[in-house]
């Protein structure tokens, strides 16, 4: 309440706008940042990166406070694949956010050699052997978003309910967990 009686007195009184940080968006959740959408619905909760594999296996994820720029993550992810696998991957297909010239050249530092964004932004360009690999590449980036969506339908993350950020991060890996023992039985399934 504290935080609410400041806002509002900054923002009525001193007529200036309160940071988001100092916000509050939710009052049962307070841990919760807002995450802007361009030009769709605002949503609140908290920014999670998802790396998976072509087994469809997610195989890291992080969740941030705040909203960071994707940029910034996507070179983190990759060392975080390195370290816990032992290996670069050979390909990599990223979401338009994650273009830049600094993770273009960071991937090809690493090793990577099939480097694709969903959409490639200004002068940049996708680095692949072949066009038919391009074309792969994006598909299977686009298969991710079904990955995302049955984890927030299939394994209820669209509304977490688990108080605080810890608790969230728990409920995020729990799920992942979940989700990555039915893709591994159903590989052994059929």
């Known amino acids: 309440m ?9 923002l009525q ?6 940071d988001n940080a100092d916000k509050v968006f939710s009052v049962f959740q307070t841990h919760t940042d807002i995450l802007v959408k361009g ?12 790396t998976r594999g072509s087994s469809n296996m997610i195989l890291d994820h992080k969740v ?3 909203n960071p720029s994707d940029k ?4 983190p992810s990759l060392e975080s694949i390195k370290a816990n696998y032992g290996r670069t991957p ?8 994650f273009c830049s010239q600094a993770n273009i050249e960071g991937c090809q530092k690493l090793g990577i050699t099939n480097i694709v964004f969903t959409k490639a932004t200004m002068s940049l360009r996708n680095i692949v052997s072949s066009p038919e690999l391009e074309k792969i590449l994006k598909k299977w980036r686009g298969t991710t978003e079904a990955v995302i969506s049955n984890l927030k339908r299939g394994f209820d993350l669209q509304r977490v309910l688990w108080d605080g950020f810890d608790k969230f991060c728990s409920k995020v890996a729990w799920s992942i967990l979940g989700y990555n023992l039915r893709v591994v039985a159903n590989r052994m399934l059929f």
């Open 72 to 75: 910034g993550m996507l070179l």
């Open 13 to 18: 009184i001193q007529g200036k706008k309160a």
């Open 90 to 97: 050979a390909r990599t297909s990223n979401d338009g956010g």
């Open 39 to 50: 030009q769709r619905e605002v949503e609140f909760g908290h920014k999670t990166l998802i």
């Open 64 to 66: 941030f406070e705040g």
């Open 2 to 10: 504290i935080k609410v009686y400041r806002n509002a007195e900054k």
